[in-house]
């Protein structure tokens, strides 16, 4: 059964970003600020397809990405398959960031909230209706991000590390947290872990 799983994931994870050669839609940005690997990003309005999962974050991860990847490959009132965009996104429920002692990529209750942004071109109105109750579409208005690149397999320890070196460097670079952290991964499980790109990224305000 857990060979199955695997496979099946590595099987959905091929047919969604294909090969490396293969390129992926990814939102489109602003770089308001450069700085080796961290960034300020203005991203424009954008419309999602979201679940809200429990469990530890990798599991949570794969569950939520087995319901949107449904979703998109005709999981739908129209049966219309969906481009998949990157990244995929996560981020714990209902945390705040506290500036004084920042509160990192951690679970709330084991809660999560994963996304898939759609490819452009695509209104609520034009998305079809997900035949599971449990996806969400919404849009989102436009928001400025602070984020930080790293490699790497994303685990849980370096994900919290991470998320503190970004809070960090949002200070430092005269921006205000204003939300959670989130974690955002483009590559497919197969990619070796030193070419894997993950971001964290947090809502910000300030800067130019």
């Not at 609520?124 to 035949?131: G, H, K, M, R, V």
Request: glycine letters at 6%; a positive charge; hydrophobic letters at 40%.
């Amino acid at each position: 059964m857990i060979r199955k799983r695997i496979l099946l994931t590595a099987v959905l994870m091929f047919s969604l970003f294909g090969s490396p050669a293969m390129a992926v839609e990814e939102p489109a940005f602003k770089t308001v600020v450069k700085d080796g690997n961290f960034e300020v990003r203005d991203y424009p309005a954008l419309v999602v397809a979201e679940v809200t999962v429990t469990g530890e974050q990798k599991e949570a991860a794969n569950k939520g990405f087995r319901m949107l990847a449904g979703y998109i490959f005709g999981g739908n009132k129209r049966r219309q398959s969906i481009a998949m965009t990157s990244p995929v996104a996560q981020e714990p429920t209902s945390e705040k960031i506290a500036m004084t002692a920042p509160v990192t990529q951690t679970q709330n209750a084991g809660t999560w909230t994963v996304r898939f942004t759609m490819p452009r071109g695509y209104t609520l109105d034009s998305l079809p209706e997900p035949n599971d109750p449990k996806v969400h579409l919404r849009r989102l208005s436009p928001e400025r991000f602070a984020v930080l690149r790293f490699s790497g397999l994303a685990r849980q320890s370096d994900v919290n590390a991470k998320s503190e070196e970004l809070v960090a460097l949002t200070r430092t670079h005269h921006f205000r947290a204003i939300g959670n952290v989130s974690l955002a991964q483009y590559n497919p499980p197969w990619t070796l872990w030193f070419m894997r790109r993950n971001e964290v990224m947090i809502p910000v305000d300030g800067g130019p």
